[in-house]
Structure formats: structure tokens, C-alpha cells
């Protein structure tokens, strides 16, 4: 019997590849020689870096950059050489863990360590950069990324201005002429499935802004200081970036790329899967394990246990979702997209239990489905 093991992370308690791991042991409890292919997936956020690094055979390095309040912190990156590739997490350096909920200040906070990062990979040869989204607690509108590598915000008097929300209020152009040619050599590919604009109700401020701090009496300035940065980039670069698809993840950064870089937006997941060539491993021969921390109603919007299982069901393989948290909105995704959906834990108790348990959890309820897999074998 032949299995691909395609798991998100279970947040809090397993990795992705901690995840496929435990649901590998659990199928070799019931089929001791079946056909495991382990392909751990991510959407853009945590165990994006992990997850191609591991794929395109990378390693992981370590930097010292400025966190989103300024403080230094050590951001991990991926970097494959024989393609050139560097896979980097913006989490890493201005994600919503490193600042405690009491101490964010959403007009601080700013983005300068990941272009940091980016500057790293450039003088390393990366010739194509992967970025993943998720996780930040700025909502500079990639501002202080662009800064890191040379841009100045500039106010009315072509004075500089400080690279935050607080200083975008007084934005009105930007001065690119210091940004280092070697860019124009290079492809970034952003890994985002946020679909958000820029601005406004459905934009980065509005949707993201209260969870990184914002008040909601702040909002409206904040949005309106965005505006006025992507304003100024159109203006600089001739693109038209505020209302593309997906030009207000991680609060907006994705607009400085969009507007002076070669970059495009992409599903994580999708980027992932297309990596590492799943369609082609998949048949109608095969069983297909997913899951992630929480299966709901939500999980069919873009997520990656959704698109695994969309692309098995084309492939005419059964797919099999296993989450953490189960909620009443997960039978909406039965029998469409997944064969049947799995909550993981065995006894009554609570989160912090759950998650301490998640691995042996998992395992035990990869080996339940195998029993039945293998009952209906014999019927």
C-alpha cells in the first residue's frame, strides 16, 4: 500500500515534518511495508523556511538582525546553493511572538530586519528568494525592508523621513537611487495565501491590525499613512501595486516589493507542492494523510491540507485530514474535499495537555484509520 504524508504544522506542538514523522509511525504500526513518501508542507507561514530548505536540499543559517522594535535578534534562514535559492520567513525577524502583546506599538514597529535578511541572501548569490508572510506584527507597508536596502522615505521638503507608520503620515515620495543593481538580477517569489489589498476595510490595517496592536481608534490614520506610502511608491516605480491581490500581507510589505522588485504572489502551499512535484507522485493508487492544528470550515479557504487534498482527489486518491481541533464546520468539507476528518486527541483534557500530546496522538490515530484501511481491505 503506498501513502503520501503531506501535513501542515500542528501550531504550538509539532512541526510539519514532526507531524508526517508521527503519522509515518502510525501507518507502519498496521502496514509494516507500505510505500511512505513524507512531503511536509507550509502555506507561507511557520515551516515555510523548513520545509523548502529541506526540499531543494539547503541549509539553515543564522544572522543577527533588528527586530520590529529595534532590539537584535537571531533570524534562521534556507539556502540552497545548486539553485540559488534562499527561503526566508519575515517571522523570523519582525514576527507577532517576538513582542509581547502588552509591548506592541504598531507605530514603531517596522520591517528594517527583513530587508536585512533579503541583503543577506543577495551578497550570499542568491539569485531567486522565496519569501513567506505569515506571522509579522508590523504594519509599515514594507517600508523599513526597503529602507535596509537603500530606500528613503521621503516628506513634502525631500527631507527623510523615519521608516514607520508614524513617519509614512508625512510621506509623499520615496527615493530609490541607492538600492544596489544586483536586484534587478533577481526573482522573488512571495508565498502568501492572503488575498487582502493594501488599504482600505478589507486591507492590512483594518483585517491585521488590531491582533499586532492598533487600537481601534488608531485605525483610520494608520490606514491613511498606508495610502500614503503606496501612493508614493505607484508614483516612483509606474506600477500600479495598492489593489493587487494579496498587496496587503504582512501589513503591507508586500507592496514594496511589488513595486521595485521582480516579484510575484503566490499560495505557500501551492509553491510547496509544486516544488516538490506532488501531482506527479500522486495516483489513484495512493492514500493521502494531511492535517494541520485546526480543521474548520476555514481550512477550505487556501489552506494547505485543502489544496492537498484537491490535488489527490484529481489524481483519484482518497485524502484523509487529521487536526488537532475538530470543530462542527469541518463536516462542511465532507465528502467534496476530504474522505473523512480525524480529531486526533483521545481523552478529555486540556490545551496545554493536547499540545504536550500531539505526537503521540497523531500516531495513534494514523494507526486507527490504517485498522480501518485495512478491515475494508479484507471486506
Known amino acids: 500500500m503506498r501513502f503520501i504524508i503531506a501535513p501542515d504544522s500542528f501550531k504550538e506542538s509539532l512541526s510539519a515534518s514532526q ?31 523548513e520545509v523548502i530548505t529541506q526540499a531543494l536540499g539547503g541549509e539553515i543559517h543564522r544572522v543577527q538582525v533588528r527586530g520590529p522594535l529595534g532590539m537584535e535578534t537571531t533570524a534562521a534562514f534556507g539556502y540552497a546553493p545548486d539553485s540559488g535559492t534562499a527561503i526566508i520567513e519575515v517571522a523570523e ?10 509591548s506592541r506599538d504598531i507605530w514603531r514597529a517596522c520591517s528594517f530586519g527583513v530587508g536585512q535578511l533579503l541583503q543577506t541572501a543577495l551578497d550570499m548569490g542568491a539569485q531567486r528568494i522565496i519569501l513567506g508572510l505569515g506571522g509579522s506584527v508590523t504594519n509599515d507597508g514594507g517600508a523599513g525592508m526597503l529602507h535596509a536596502l537603500g530606500v528613503r522615505v521621503l516628506d513634502s521638503a525631500g527631507s527623510p523621513l523615519p521608516a514607520t507608520p508614524r513617519g509614512l503620515q508625512q510621506c509623499t515620495s520615496v527615493d530609490w537611487s541607492a538600492v544596489d543593481p544586483r536586484w534587478q538580477e533577481v526573482e522573488i517569489v512571495i508565498a502568501s495565501d492572503v488575498t487582502s489589498p493594501a488599504t ?12 499586532k496592536g492598533a487600537q481601534l481608534e488608531d485605525l483610520p490614520a494608520l490606514d491613511t499613512a498606508i495610502g500614503r506610502w503606496v501612493t508614493a511608491l505607484e ?25 521595485f522588485f521582480d516579484a510575484t504572489i503566490t499560495p505557500g502551499a501551492d509553491l510547496i507542492l509544486d516544488l516538490v512535484d506532488f501531482s506527479g507522485q500522486c495516483d489513484e493508487d495512493c492514500i493521502v494523510f494531511t492535517g494541520e492544528g485546526k480543521i474548520d470550515a476555514q481550512t477550505a479557504v487556501g489552506k494547505g491540507p485543502a ?7 484529481k489524481r483519484g486518491a482518497r485524502a484523509f485530514a487529521f487536526g488537532g481541533l475538530v470543530d462542527e464546520g469541518a463536516q462542511k468539507l465532507l465528502p467534496e474535499l476530504f474522505d473523512a476528518v480525524i480529531p ?19 500516531r495513534e490515530a494514523s494507526a486507527m484509520v490504517c485498522h480501518i484501511l485495512a478491515a475494508h481491505s479484507r471486506s
Not at 93 to 102: E, F, R
Not at 200 to 211: H, I
Not at 307 to 313: G, I, K, N, P, Y
Not at 351 to 357: I, N
Open 19 to 49: 507531524a508526517a514523522l508521527a503519522m509515518a509511525a502510525g501507518i507502519e504500526r498496521v502496514f509494516v511495508d507500505a510505500d511512505i513518501r513524507l512531503i511536509p508542507i507550509a502555506d507561507g507561514g511557520e515551516g515555510t523556511c
Open 93 to 102: 525577524a519582525i514576527g507577532i511572538h517576538l513582542i509581547p502583546a502588552a
Open 200 to 211: 482600505g476595510p478589507e486591507g492590512a490595517t483594518y483585517v491585521f491590525g488590531p491582533q
Open 235 to 259: 508614483e516612483a516605480s509606474g506600477r500600479a501595486i495598492g489593489e493587487h491581490p494579496g498587496a496587503g500581507a504582512a501589513g503591507a510589505l508586500a507592496t514594496g516589493l511589488l513595486a
Open 307 to 313: 489544496r492537498v487534498a484537491e490535488l489527490a482527489r
Open 344 to 362: 486526533i486527541n483521545r481523552s478529555v483534557g486540556d490545551l496545554a495537555g493536547a499540545l504536550a500530546g500531539a505526537q503521540g496522538n497523531l
